[in-house]
């Protein structure tokens, strides 16, 4: 592990065995036993390449480290080195690099400016947001900022689901109720209007089949280019992506491309040519398919309905092309539910046939349903609805929010109405998001809003307490000295101060690995780790006035007053991240 308090080390480490930076970085890490050591680095794999067995290694290894470090303490254990630092030693390692830059502890080179596009979010239109779609969008959105962070250069993508058979029926039933677009627009909800039309006129195609006749009259004058289709299709497209829009900014994403489905439809002739040159086309159930038997998949991947039409994959296919010709990406991930992992793998796999020199660089970033707790049965219910209504990502929102405020009220009831309300949606929706990204993402989710906003669970609301803590110590030792003396590492020497450090040094690698595993989890727990410690620093206070913050010593409380800071600055990056708002109060 290369971060703050190992980098100086590894150098020293290295020479002694003879060993490459890199090898040494791989082995060095927190001990396996808490509490045991600061840090430890096994030496069975370093041992041949230094000519001596491993625990002759781990002593020399020490040594060296401790006549060239001061504040270090290193031992052999058997074949095990174990490092021990002084605080200061610690406090000296993080705090320096800190004052230069403070989002330092969660920044890594390790994508070296290597590029990577996220489809994520990706929804259908025509339909609202609803509550499970938090999971691809806030996921991709924790995703794309952790790549950034790590020095990746990202492009973030809304593959929106405007194309298909959908659109036929909408048109269809808008032709038979007669609509016109004022109807539309004089509707309260545009999306609701459309959702609601798209219910009854697939109810009345079910029993009749003029009906699904002409919604796939429809649909085939949609594809070749008829205006009034055309038209009418925009209105539905605008429409949704208005309301689609209003909440992407109230949870804070972000695209830079929103080509869709759509954009492909007349983009994808290369690409067929190219599949039936290659001898790879095969026609199954009058479909036009690629056979992928030999890779192990059972069914083939679905290019072309029996009628012409295109299919998902296809469109996938050439969109990932495209993003290839313009973005050069090194890696791709599609943050789509597990439900989609088959689709993935057959055009993945019809990508590696065409020989795609990027075939190998594509990720799909699954992960599992949101289950919602049902007050009224007692129980789990995979399908979140209200009255029969899927429920909107917006409705838990508001209600996330409402109930936040409520929280905050009772909490702190003279802070002013402004704040109230901007610290309010920051809790709310920090508690769902987070809910969302605290554990593995191939898990189901289970939302409970009590849970969700419980200030003393792992939740958001409990990371952004923390950090509304240290905040408001930075404002109590502003108020009482004007003219502190300066601070100080070498004062910080409590056990508490240190572990607050070592848990700061460890976001690095947390960081690392969450990008390496696309797993926003990873980092969720170790800001939840830190804010623990956070918080045993903070209440020791409470019993031993010599271990406040703002103690007698001036001096001391000065560099005790540093390590609020950038502590304080590590959280509040930490919750941005992830996607979560970081309120100064709360
Ligand atoms: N629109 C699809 C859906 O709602 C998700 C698209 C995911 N992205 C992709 N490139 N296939 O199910």
Redesign the pocket.
């Known amino acids: 592990m290369q971060d703050l308090l190992t980098a100086p080390l590894i150098a020293t480490i290295a020479e002694t065995a003879k060993a490459t930076a890199e090898q040494v970085s791989k082995l060095l890490g927190p001990p396996t036993k808490a509490g045991m050591a600061d840090l430890a680095l096994p030496c069975f794999a370093l041992a041949k390449g230094a000519g001596c067995n491993p625990a002759e290694l781990a002593g020399n290894i020490a040594s060296a480290l401790e006549t060239t470090h001061p504040g270090i303490q290193a031992q052999a254990a058997g074949p095990f080195l174990n490092i021990t630092l002084t605080p200061a030693a610690v406090a000296q390692a993080i705090i320096t690099p800190c004052l230069e830059n403070p989002q330092r502890p969660l920044r890594s080179q390790l994508g070296d400016g290597k590029t990577i596009c996220v ?2 979010s ?3 239109i025509a339909k609202h947001l609803a509550f499970h779609h938090i999971r ?1 969008t806030m996921i991709g959105n924790a995703l794309a900022h952790l790549y950034d962070a790590a020095g990746w250069n990202t492009v973030r ?1 809304n ?3 405007d194309w298909g058979t959908a659109f036929g029926r909408l048109i269809a039933g808008w032709k038979r109720e007669n609509y016109s677009l004022n109807d539309l627009n004089s509707a309260e909800d545009k999306v609701t209007f459309l959702n609601e039309l798209y219910v009854r006129i697939s109810q009345a195609a079910k029993a009749d089949e003029t009906v699904m006749d002409e919604a796939r009259a429809w649909s085939k004058k949609l594809e070749d280019g008829d205006s009034e289709a055309r038209e009418l299709w925009q209105i539905f497209k605008d429409a949704s992506l208005t309301e689609f829009n209003r909440v992407y900014d109230l949870v804070g994403v972000h695209f830079d491309s929103w080509k869709g ?1 759509a954009y492909y439809e007349d983009k994808m002739q290369p690409l067929l040519d190219e599949l039936e040159h290659s001898g790879l086309l095969s026609v199954s159930d009058d479909a036009t398919v690629v056979d992928l038997s030999d890779v192990g998949l059972k069914k083939p991947c679905l290019i072309k309905r029996a009628d012409g039409g295109t299919l ?1 994959a296809t ?2 296919l050439t ?1 990932c092309d495209d993003r290839f010709a313009e973005f050069n990406f090194d890696r791709s991930v ?4 597990l439900g ?1 992992s088959l ?2 793998k057959e055009w993945y796999a019809v990508a590696k046939k065409l020989g795609r020199s990027y075939a190998d660089n594509l990720r799909h970033v699954g992960f599992g349903i949101v289950l919602m707790w049902d007050e009224e049965n007692e129980k789990w219910a995979r399908v979140a609805t209200r009255n029969g209504v899927p429920m909107l990502l917006t409705d838990v929102l508001n209600e996330s929010i409402e109930r936040a405020r409520a929280i905050i009220e009772e909490k702190n009831p003279d802070l002013p109405e402004a704040e109230k309300e901007s610290v309010a949606k920051a809790v709310g929706m920090g508690a769902v998001v987070f809910n969302d990204l605290k554990n593995g993402r191939t898990n189901d989710v289970k939302f409970k809003f009590e849970d969700a906003l419980n200030m003393q669970g792992e939740t958001g609301p409990y990371l952004q307490f923390a950090h509304a803590r240290l905040c408001s110590i930075e404002r109590k030792f502003t108020d009482l000295h004007s003219d502190a003396p300066a601070a100080n590492t070498a004062l910080l020497t409590r056990t508490e101060e240190k572990d607050v450090l070592l848990h700061i040094s460890r976001l690095q690698a947390a960081l690392e690995r969450a990008v390496d595993e696309d797993e926003p989890s990873v980092l969720a727990s170790g800001l939840l780790s830190l804010a623990s410690t956070v918080s045993s620093w903070l209440t020791a206070g409470n019993t031993d006035r010599s271990a406040r913050v703002l103690c007698e010593d001036a001096a001391v409380s000065s560099s005790r007053l540093q390590l609020v800071r950038i502590t304080r600055a590590t959280l509040g990056e930490g919750l941005r991240l992830l996607g979560l708002g970081a309120p100064e109060r709360m």
Do not use: C, T
């Not at 599609?334 to 539910?337: Q, T």
């Open positions: 489809d994520f990706s929804p259908n691809s993508i593959f929106l689901g489905e998902y469109r996938d969109a599609y943050v789509v539910d989609q689709h993935f």
